[in-house]
């Protein structure tokens, strides 16, 4: 920004920035000033990706424009669909007929441009930068005619277009001498819906019969007006001074990708995370478990906690982890049929495994675990789903290569949406196969055991999850192997220093390492309390000891002072245990008497033990005068 102005500054202004800033301010300050860009939906029918297809074709010609073409694209279609758009359905067609259209009109385009012309010249001064589609020479020295290519349904739109007039004026003062200027126009074929009952190749046929009967490309010349050119260098002086750019509502906001952004306020636009590495605040698991039959895949996957099975062939009745009489929570993928009337519906496998993961992305449950129950089936179901779709018995029936491209993008991408489901534990189990060999160098045959899947999905399924696992059963020990080699087919992205382990749920979250189970979160309360019932009991034991010792100070009738008070009730008390020792002496003396005597000696004791007690309590009596002194 511009510290004196506050106004933005600008590196270059082209014609498209201009235009888009006098349809609309608000919609050029989010594209050029705020940078703002969005996530394009890769539509087949997109204007941008065939407008650059159709540049590429005239210049490089048709197969490179169709190769671009495609790869603009992550996912290829050959049937046109309804697509939902707000309150009405859209048909959109699909990538192959477009390429039809492409093919058909990138030749009858080349067949009326004159030869050896420059292609994508660049015009470029301190303030304005352009790009020539294609600039022709004539027949005089430096000289030549001025073309753009436009792939749209109207052209009368682009008669008074600003475009050509400012080329010419930037190229002539490059020194280009410009004789004639002219738009290309390729028309859009008006839009031929596919048939519900009509094949894609009858479907195709009739497009290319339908873009021989349409308007065909045409040389649309342009008058030079010299007054043009100075309303876009007026144009460029207005956005310089602008601060305030407002919003201008007309009806090309429909078409408008910051539509949503401008109406509601809400930020849909992507925004990146800061450059820093923060800490992973969630561990999902991830795991592709397979084995023979009875190697207890299942059963192990019911060992995760608040888990749901998607399940293709129902064998999850008397697991060890349930009751013989009870099943844990599942969905059974199989295909169905309803009667309603004479009318009956058919739901396919595959259908019912798309609609739940569907359900299941919105989070509205309590599952912890979600359990693919199995693959190998899956993809069967699969592939039936694409044959009653396409209307085929078997893939090689829509081509060469065709029908298992179908295949597999439709399987894959389903697959994605499984694995990327958010939830903490992630399960897909397949069977066995051990029906392929390989062999050595050497000569020698090996088995290979690996999952039962095709060969060209084994590595991409393996990339969607952490750890590839084997169940193994031997002698029924049950454990987990994460062996891999050139026969075993295994592995994953965690750094295991273990190849095996039983097949136990508390062992298996111990690999990641950073999680404690539930197990050790009840111990460690347990040993909590523990702790907080001990603390109490001692300081108790404490308080009885000091009772105890203050009774038997009581009883003693010792008072323990500071300075010199501590050693005058210890003398006194070493007086009055000699006084009791010459008492004693004088008490044996009498006894032995009455012996010889046999007379009183009960009488005798009786009084003697009274004298005793008086005779003690006389120095008690002294002890506690003196003190209160």
């Not at 202004?13 to 301010?25: D, G, I, L, P, W």
């Not at 919105?362 to 979600?370: A, R, S, V």
Request: aromatic letters at 10%.
């Amino acid at each position: 920004m511009d510290k004196k102005n506050k106004n933005p500054t600008y590196e270059y202004f082209s014609h498209s920035r201009v235009e888009t800033f006098n349809q609309c301010a608000y919609k050029f300050k989010l594209h050029y000033v705020d940078k703002l860009r969005i996530i394009r939906t890769p539509e087949a029918d997109c204007p941008l990706i065939l407008g650059l297809a159709v540049h590429t074709g005239i210049e490089k010609g048709v197969r490179t424009a169709v190769k671009e073409y495609y790869n603009s694209y992550p996912i290829i279609n050959d049937t046109p669909f309804f697509k939902k758009n707000g309150d009405y359905w859209q048909y959109v067609n699909d990538h192959v007929t477009e390429v039809l259209k492409l093919e058909y009109f990138i030749k009858k385009a080349l067949e009326i441009l004159p030869e050896n012309g420059i292609h994508e010249l660049k015009i470029e001064t301190d303030s304005f930068v352009g790009y020539v589609d294609y600039l022709a020479s004539t027949e005089n020295n430096n000289e030549y005619d001025l073309y753009d290519f436009k792939y749209c349904k109207n052209a009368d739109r682009y008669v008074e277009s600003k475009q050509l007039h400012i080329y010419k004026y930037y190229l002539e003062l490059q020194g280009y001498k410009i004789r004639n200027m002219y738009y290309l126009i390729i028309p859009k074929m008006k839009e031929k819906r596919k048939k519900k009952k009509e094949t894609l190749e009858t479907y195709h046929t009739r497009i290319f019969q339908e873009l021989k009967k349409s308007e065909q490309p045409y040389l649309m010349k342009i008058e030079y007006d010299y007054r043009k050119p100075i309303y876009f260098l007026n144009d460029m002086k207005k956005i310089k001074e602008t601060t305030n750019f407002k919003k201008n509502k007309t009806k090309l906001c429909n078409w408008c990708e910051y539509q949503t952004y401008c109406e509601t306020g809400d930020d849909v636009m992507l925004s990146l995370p800061k450059n820093e590495v923060t800490k992973s605040t969630k561990n999902k698991k991830k795991l592709w478990l397979y084995g023979e039959p009875y190697s207890g895949k299942t059963t192990f996957a019911s060992q995760f906690p608040n888990h749901l099975f998607l399940t293709t062939d129902g064998n999850i009745e008397r697991l060890i982890t349930y009751d013989a009489s009870t099943v844990p929570p599942h969905i059974s993928l199989v295909d169905k049929s309803e009667k309603q009337g004479r009318v009956v519906n058919k739901t396919l496998a595959w259908e019912l495994f798309k609609e739940a993961i569907t359900v299941l992305e919105l989070k509205e449950n309590d599952f912890q675990t979600i359990i693919c129950d199995h693959l190998s089936d899956l993809f069967q179901h699969c592939r039936t789903f694409i044959f009653e779709r396409e209307g085929i018995t078997h893939e090689s029936e829509e081509g060469i290569g065709k029908g298992w491209d179908l295949v597999q993008t439709e399987f894959l991408q389903v697959m994605r949406r499984f694995v990327n489901l958010d939830y903490d534990n992630i399960i897909i189990i397949s069977h066995e196969d051990r029906s392929r060999d390989i062999t050595k160098k050497g000569g020698d045959k090996i088995t290979a055991i690996r999952p039962q899947l095709r060969e060209s999905f084994l590595s991409k399924i393996a990339g969607m999850v952490d750890i590839t696992a084997r169940a193994i059963s031997e002698d029924n020990v049950f454990k987990l192997s994460f062996k891999t080699s050139e026969v075993i087919f295994g592995g994953g992205r965690l750094s295991l220093a273990v190849g095996e382990i039983p097949q136990d749920y508390e062992k298996f979250i111990a690999l990641f390492g950073d999680e404690t189970t539930e197990k050790d979160e009840v111990e460690d309360e347990q040993e909590k309390e523990e702790k907080t019932i001990e603390k109490p009991k001692r300081k108790r034991k404490a308080k009885v000891e000091k009772k105890v010792e203050i009774e038997e100070d009581e009883d003693d009738e010792l008072e323990e002072d500071e300075g010199v008070e501590e050693s005058k009730p210890i003398r006194k008390k070493r007086k009055r245990k000699s006084v009791e020792d010459e008492q004693e002496k004088e008490e044996k003396s009498r006894k032995m008497e009455r012996e010889v005597e046999g007379n009183g000696e009960d009488e005798d004791d009786g009084e003697d033990e009274e004298d005793e007690e008086e005779v003690e309590e006389k120095p008690r009596r002294k002890r506690r005068s003196r003190t209160d002194e």
